[in-house]
């Protein structure tokens, strides 16, 4: 296990990114959950599994039997464009698509058809994250109006994940295109996805 690990964490019955390792055999996790009151846990080691790391290969599989999608945009001083969007498996199995723009909590918008998750699935399989997984190739971070991105896929017991600036991952605007068809109230513009402003 490692930074940026992906784990489940079976008592908070969801999932979590490994932001530390501790000496005294800890982990701080950033819960990846819509609902969470509070995003940061440090937990005994022995408490959290980690999830199977799935190249872009395996996206596909993964797909199929989706647990979490997490896309996380941020806008530097363009606050309102910020956001934050989760797509979830219930326990009936449903997908519920989750929004949160700007400084707002998200919230539940929707939950989608069995069509529709099998057109975001379709979508999920054609990502390339692998050469993000540790932040890809950099760029400058000094510009004030940059912006960012993180992105984690889990299901099937394997999770794939990845962060950058200023550059979309392999798939980002085809994801975001689908998103919107979903529901999301976000768009593209200057090759980089924000949320619409006063939208939620």
């Known amino acids: 296990m490692q930074v940026d690990s992906l784990v489940h964490i079976p008592a908070a019955g969801g999932y979590g990114s490994v932001m530390g390792l501790g000496e005294d055999g800890s982990v701080e996790v950033e819960l990846i959950d819509p609902g969470a009151d509070d995003f940061s846990l440090r937990l005994p080691l022995a408490n959290v599994?980690?999830?199977?790391?799935?190249?872009?290969?395996?996206?596909?599989?993964?797909?199929?039997?989706?647990a979490l999608l997490h896309l996380r945009v941020s806008r530097a001083l363009d606050l309102d464009r910020s956001f934050d969007l989760y797509v979830g498996r219930t326990e009936d199995a449903a997908l519920d698509l989750w929004f949160g723009g700007g400084r707002r909590r998200p919230r539940r918008l929707r939950t989608l058809s069995a069509a529709e998750g099998e057109a975001l699935a379709s979508t999920l399989a054609k990502l390339a994250l692998d050469a993000w997984r540790h932040g890809g190739p950099r760029e400058d971070t000094r510009t004030l109006d940059?912006?960012?991105?993180?992105?984690?896929?889990?299901?099937?017991?394997?999770?794939?994940?990845?962060?950058?600036?200023?550059?979309?991952?392999?798939?980002?605007?085809?994801?975001?295109?689908?998103?919107?068809r979903l529901g999301a109230p976000i768009g593209w513009e200057d090759d980089a996805p924000g949320a619409v402003p006063c939208a939620l």
């Open 49 to 66: 599994g980690e999830l199977e790391h799935a190249r872009d290969a395996d996206l596909e599989a993964l797909a199929r039997s989706l």
């Open 146 to 180: 940059g912006w960012g991105w993180s992105c984690e896929v889990i299901g099937g017991g394997r999770g794939a994940s990845g962060f950058g600036r200023q550059r979309p991952f392999e798939g980002m605007e085809g994801l975001c295109d689908v998103l919107m």
